[in-house]
C-alpha cells in the first residue's frame, strides 16, 4: 500500500467549514424568521454560540488529553459510558452521515432546476438520475484517496464562501437600523412567547452547526495532532460568524414576515430584491457548489467513521477493509447503496426525504451529548491546572446537548429511536463474534429503552400521530 498523506491544518480548517456550510447557510434567514423575531434570533445566536464553542473546546480538550481516541465522536462515547453507547453513538453518527446526503442530493437538483427547469423542485426523475451520477462520482473520487477528496474540498469551501460574502457584503449597505428594531421582540407577529421564539431557532441550528467534529473525526490523518483542535475552533467561529451576519443583517434589508416567506433559497430570493436578476444567478451557483462541497465532506465522513469503527472492534470488520490509497471500501460502498435507495424512492414519492431529514438531524443529537458528558467526566476526574476550566466547558457543552433534545422535541427522539434499534442487532453480533458478553445489567435496561420507544415511534407513525 502507498504510503499515506496526512492532512494538513487548511485542509482540516476546510473539512469543518466544507461540511457545517451545505445548503443551509443560503436559507437560514428565512427559516430563523420562521418562528422568531430579531430578539429571539440574537438570544438563540448567544445560547447557540455558547453551546457550540463549549462543544468545540471540548474535541479540543480531548483531542490533546486523549490523542489515542482517534476515533472521536464514538470512541469518548465509550470510553465515558462502556461499549454499548459508544456503538451507538458512532451507530447515530454514521446514519446521521448517510441520511443527511440524501437532503443534498435533492437539494442540489433544486438550485440546479434554476437554470435548467426539468430538474424541477429536485425530486422528480431528471433529478434523481443525476443525483446518482453525482453520488457515485464522489464515490469514485474518494477511493482515489482520501487527501485528494479532502483538497477537492478546500476549493470548494473557498468557491462557496465568496458568493456568501458578497451577500453579507450588499446586506450592509441596504440595512436599515428602523427596520430591524421594529417590533425587535415579534410582539405583533403572532410567533408566541419569547422562550418559544428561541426554541425554534434551536431547531434550525441543530443541523446547520453538525461537521464542527469534522477534523476530530480524520485526527488519525492529520499532519499534527495539535491542528485537529485548532481546526475545530477556528471552523467554528468562523462559521458562527457568518451564520449571526447572514440572518441579523438580513432582517435589516425586509421585515420578519417577508423574510420568512422568501421561495428557496431565500437568500437568491434576497440577493435579486438587492441587486437585481444577477445577484440570484450568483447566489445559486453558489449554493450548488456549497452542496457539492457538503455532500463530499460528508460522504468522507460516512466513510470515515465506520472504517475507524471497525478498526476499533465497535463495528463488524467487513467495515475495515481499504484499498491501496488509503479510502474506506467496503463502508463507502455500503453508505452510498443506502443513499441510492432513499434516491429511488422519490420516484414514488417524497416522503422518504423528508423521513431521512428527521432522522438526519436528530441521530446528531446522542453523539454530540455523549461527547459533552465524557468530557464533563473526564476533567472531573482527573485533577490538573485547567481541571475546574475543562470542567466547565464539560458542563456548558452537556447541557446545551440536553437543551438541544428537548428543544427537537419528543417526536425527533421518537424517530431517532427507530434508528437505533436496528443496530441492536449489530452490536450483539459484533460482541459474538468477539466471544464478549453483549451487555451488562444497565446496557440491557437502555436496549429495552430502545426497542419499546421504537416500537411506539412506529406506531405513531402509522396512525398519523407523528408527522414527518
Known amino acids: 500500500m502507498a504510503e499515506e498523506k496526512k492532512l494538513g491544518l487548511f485542509a482540516l480548517i476546510a473539512l469543518v467549514i466544507g461540511s457545517m456550510i451545505?445548503?443551509?447557510?443560503?436559507?437560514?434567514?428565512?427559516?430563523?424568521?420562521?418562528?422568531?423575531?430579531?430578539?429571539?434570533?440574537?438570544?438563540g445566536w448567544v445560547i447557540t454560540g455558547a453551546g457550540m464553542i463549549a462543544l468545540a473546546l471540548s474535541f479540543q480538550n480531548l483531542t490533546a488529553k486523549r490523542p489515542d481516541l482517534d476515533g472521536g465522536i464514538f470512541t469518548y462515547a465509550r470510553e465515558g459510558f462502556g461499549h454499548?453507547?459508544?456503538?451507538?453513538?458512532?451507530?447515530?453518527?454514521?446514519?446521521?452521515?448517510?441520511l443527511g446526503n440524501v437532503a443534498y442530493g435533492t437539494l442540489l437538483f433544486s438550485a440546479v432546476g434554476y437554470f435548467i427547469p426539468v430538474f424541477g423542485d429536485g425530486q422528480n426523475i431528471a433529478s434523481i438520475i443525476g443525483a446518482s451520477v453525482i453520488l457515485w462520482g464522489v464515490h469514485f473520487l474518494i477511493l482515489r484517496g482520501v487527501q485528494s477528496a479532502a483538497m477537492i474540498n478546500l476549493i470548494t469551501t473557498i468557491s462557496k464562501l465568496v458568493p456568501i460574502f458578497a451577500f453579507i457584503v450588499a446586506v450592509i449597505f441596504v440595512f436599515h437600523l428602523d427596520l430591524f428594531t421594529g417590533d425587535f421582540w415579534g410582539k405583533g407577529l403572532s410567533l408566541g412567547s419569547i422562550g418559544t421564539q428561541i426554541k425554534s431557532t434551536m431547531l434550525v441550528t441543530v443541523w446547520v452547526f453538525t461537521g464542527v467534529e469534522g477534523a476530530v473525526l480524520f485526527s488519525s490523518r492529520a499532519k499534527k495532532s495539535s491542528d485537529?483542535?485548532?481546526?475545530?475552533?477556528?471552523?467554528?467561529?468562523?462559521?458562527?460568524?457568518?451564520?449571526?451576519?447572514?440572518?441579523?443583517?438580513?432582517l435589516g434589508v425586509m421585515n420578519q414576515e417577508s423574510l420568512a416567506g422568501l421561495p428557496n433559497p431565500s437568500m437568491a430570493a434576497m440577493m435579486e430584491h438587492i441587486v437585481g436578476k444577477w445577484g440570484a444567478v450568483l447566489i445559486n451557483l453558489g449554493l450548488v457548489i456549497s452542496v457539492l462541497g457538503a455532500w463530499l465532506a460528508w460522504t468522507l465522513f460516512a466513510g470515515e467513521l465506520p472504517l475507524i469503527a471497525a478498526r476499533e472492534g465497535v463495528f463488524p470488520k467487513w467495515f475495515g477493509k481499504e484499498n491501496?490509497?488509503?479510502?474506506?471500501?467496503?463502508?463507502?460502498?455500503?453508505?452510498?447503496?443506502?443513499?441510492?435507495?432513499?434516491?429511488l424512492t422519490f420516484i414514488i414519492s417524497d416522503a422518504a426525504y423528508r423521513f431521512a431529514f428527521s432522522l438526519a438531524s436528530s441521530a446528531i443529537l446522542i453523539p454530540y451529548l455523549f461527547s459533552g458528558l465524557y468530557q464533563l467526566k473526564y476533567s472531573w476526574l482527573h485533577k490538573g491546572p485547567d481541571r475546574w476550566k475543562n470542567v466547565i466547558i464539560g458542563l456548558i457543552a452537556s447541557i446545551y446537548g440536553i437543551w438541544l433534545i428537548y428543544a427537537a422535541g419528543l417526536?425527533?427522539?421518537?424517530?431517532?429511536?427507530?434508528?437505533?434499534?436496528?443496530?441492536?442487532?449489530?452490536?450483539?453480533?459484533?460482541?459474538?463474534?468477539?466471544?464478549?458478553?453483549?451487555?451488562?445489567?444497565?446496557?440491557?435496561?437502555?436496549?429495552?429503552?430502545?426497542?419499546?420507544?421504537?416500537?411506539?415511534?412506529?406506531?405513531?407513525?402509522?396512525?398519523?400521530?407523528?408527522?414527518i
Open 22 to 43: 451545505g445548503g443551509g447557510a443560503f436559507n437560514i434567514a428565512s427559516d430563523m424568521a420562521a418562528g422568531a423575531g430579531a430578539g429571539a434570533i440574537l438570544i
Open 84 to 98: 454499548f453507547m459508544g456503538f451507538n453513538s458512532g451507530w447515530g453518527y454514521w446514519f446521521a452521515a448517510l
Open 228 to 250: 485537529v483542535g485548532k481546526a475545530t475552533v477556528i471552523g467554528l467561529i468562523s462559521v458562527l460568524a457568518i451564520y449571526v451576519m447572514i440572518t441579523m443583517l438580513s
Open 324 to 343: 491501496k490509497n488509503g479510502a474506506p471500501t467496503n463502508a463507502l460502498v455500503l453508505t452510498n447503496a443506502i443513499i441510492q435507495l432513499f434516491l
Open 411 to 467: 417526536d425527533y427522539l421518537l424517530l431517532t429511536m427507530i434508528l437505533y434499534a436496528p443496530g441492536i442487532l449489530v452490536y450483539r453480533a459484533v460482541r459474538k463474534n468477539k466471544q464478549a458478553p453483549a451487555f451488562n445489567k444497565a446496557e440491557l435496561v437502555v436496549a429495552a429503552a430502545i426497542l419499546i420507544l421504537a416500537v411506539f415511534a412506529i406506531v405513531k407513525l402509522a396512525s398519523g400521530g407523528i408527522s
